[in-house]
């Protein structure tokens, strides 16, 4: 009778037919379990992935555009309408969840009233459009810039019961206008009632250390980027004058106006040194006509004034200032608006660390309070060297 019997190769006895067999019973059903659970894990990973990619496919191809926005008054009551539609890029149903009037960046009102803030305002299907109330501004003047931005997400998305849970899969999209009803907001400095210019940006071409105006190619840039109309071939001259000596100089040259170009006038200024009085004057009326670019000389200077606006509502966001390194230091640079009559709009400051040389470098200041940039007539500047720096 045959012994089934495993030997190992040092002669000891090894596992019998029976053993082998138990031991191979274990591991298939170890790996019949171990396959389930991973099959298990799939399908599991499968379905929430799968259910993540439907989310991100509805909030990429889920589109609301706003058409247009009526702002009127009836019966001596303001109301605001939204035009929105549908436009999602396969079949999709959008519900508009909230609307928000900002003034600025600035909160005012919205729509719903509820507790949460937001709400089922409407629902879209694909290509549908409807026309929604809209919060209003009745304080605000005519002419005033208004934004309104609309909430809305993927109806399959939304949480009917509890709103605030949807609120990450929620989108918005903006729309901005002027108010066309009103008091019209009584201006200090009213535009000129002939022909009048405005001038955004004034740039002398100073060297970095000593702030002085080159005497090889003298030069002034400016911007006349708005106007109350087009016209070619306009003269402008810019006179420089130099403020601790008087000495001063002057260019003339042509320019297309509005230009959306630093515009190049050379001149007689060579070798004018910061600070800087700069006077921009044609036929026409100048608004922001007298700058000044304040300096130390062989430490920091002002090389170019940069006044930001939107060109929604003339509104102005922000100066920009160029500045010649020549020492380093702690320094305080402040820029000062002025309306028609020299009075102070508002005074913007900000401090600089110069660590390096010979260079120069752009500072933007954003302004504190809104200002038409056709009530800025005077720009100036002032520069002080910090204490200890």
Request: hydrophobic share 40%; charged share 20%; proline share 4%.
């Amino acid at each position: 009778m045959a012994r089934f019997i495993v030997l190992l190769r040092n002669g000891k006895k090894g596992l019998t037919v029976i053993e082998v067999a138990v031991i191979s019973s274990i591991v298939i059903v170890l790996g019949i379990f171990l396959m389930l659970y991973s099959a298990g894990i799939f399908t599991t990973t499968t379905y929430d992935l799968t259910r993540e990619t439907d989310r991100n496919i509805q909030l990429l191809k889920g589109i609301l555009f706003i058409e247009a926005v009526e702002y009127g008054e009836e019966y001596g009551v303001e109301y605001a309408k939204i035009h929105v539609r549908n436009i999602a890029k396969q079949e999709i149903d959008l519900t508009v969840t909230r609307i928000e009037l900002l003034l600025g960046d600035r909160f005012y009102d919205s729509f719903p009233k509820s507790p949460q803030g937001f709400g089922n305002l409407t629902k879209l299907k694909i290509g549908e459009k409807k026309i929604l109330d809209a919060p209003t501004c009745p304080p605000c003047q005519r002419g005033q810039n208004l934004t309104y931005r609309v909430w809305y997400i993927s109806s399959s998305l939304y949480d009917v019961e509890n709103p605030l849970l949807s609120v990450s899969n929620m989108l918005y999209i903006e729309f901005k206008t002027i108010k066309p009803i009103g008091i019209a907001e009584v201006l200090k400095c009213p535009l000129p009632t002939d022909n009048w210019i405005v001038v955004d940006y004034v740039d002398p071409a100073t060297g970095a250390i000593f702030g002085r105006i080159s005497e090889l190619e003298p030069a002034v840039y400016i911007r006349p980027s708005l106007a109350s109309s087009q016209i070619n071939d306009m003269p402008f001259t810019v006179t420089v004058i130099e403020d601790n000596t008087g000495k001063s100089g002057s260019g003339t040259t042509n320019i297309d106006i509005p230009s959306v170009r630093l515009e190049r006038i050379s001149g007689s200024f060579g070798g004018l040194q910061t600070p800087l009085r700069i006077i921009v004057s044609s036929s026409w009326n100048i608004i922001q006509r007298e700058w000044f670019l304040d300096g130390i000389p062989e430490k920091l200077h002002i090389s170019g004034i940069y006044l930001q606006w939107s060109r929604i509502d003339r509104m102005l966001e922000g100066i920009m200032l160029e500045i010649g390194l020549g020492k380093t230091g702690s320094y305080r640079m402040s820029v000062i608006l002025k309306d028609c009559y020299g009075d102070i709009l508002q005074v913007l400051s900000t401090n600089v660390k110069v660590e390096r040389t010979n260079d120069f470098e752009i500072r933007f200041i954003p302004v504190s309070n809104s200002i038409r940039l056709d009530q800025i007539y005077y720009v100036e500047t002032d520069v002080e060297e910090v204490a200890g720096g």
